[in-house]
């Protein structure tokens, strides 16, 4: 069995920053990539960035040059610094690891609301 649980949520004004952090625990050999989606009220759950274990990174455009997504192999935690953030950055955030071949956990969601 497998957990992910985020931290790092709240409430922050237009134009500051939030780190979220992801840690997965239990049965892991290894992980490949990891990374965060989001949710905003209303709409689809989308893609905001990942990572491999290598260290390769991919944005979804709206978040490219605002946020950065890193990871801690050793300790099997996924980051995400938040900057300049944007009120219709305002979604839960779910983490996810994968951990092979159609094995994908996800964490619970950490909700993250942007006041303008």
């Known amino acids: 069995q497998v957990q992910l649980v985020e931290s790092g949520g709240g409430l922050v004004q237009a134009g500051g920053s939030l780190r979220l952090s992801c840690a997965a625990s239990?049965?892991?050999?290894?992980?490949?990539?990891m990374g965060w989606y989001r949710q905003a009220p209303g709409k689809q759950r989308e893609l905001v960035a990942d990572?491999?274990?290598?260290?390769?990174?991919n944005y979804a455009d709206s978040v490219k040059g605002r946020f950065t997504i890193s990871r801690d192999n050793a300790k099997n935690t996924v980051y995400l610094q938040m900057n300049s953030l944007k009120p219709e950055d305002t979604a839960v955030y779910y983490c996810?690891?994968?951990?092979?071949?159609?094995?994908?956990?996800w964490g619970k969601g950490t909700l993250v609301t942007v006041s303008s």
């Open positions: 990572i491999t274990s290598g260290g390769s990174t």
């Open positions: 239990g049965s892991i050999f290894s992980i490949n990539a």
């Open positions: 996810y690891a994968n951990l092979g071949t159609l094995m994908y956990y």
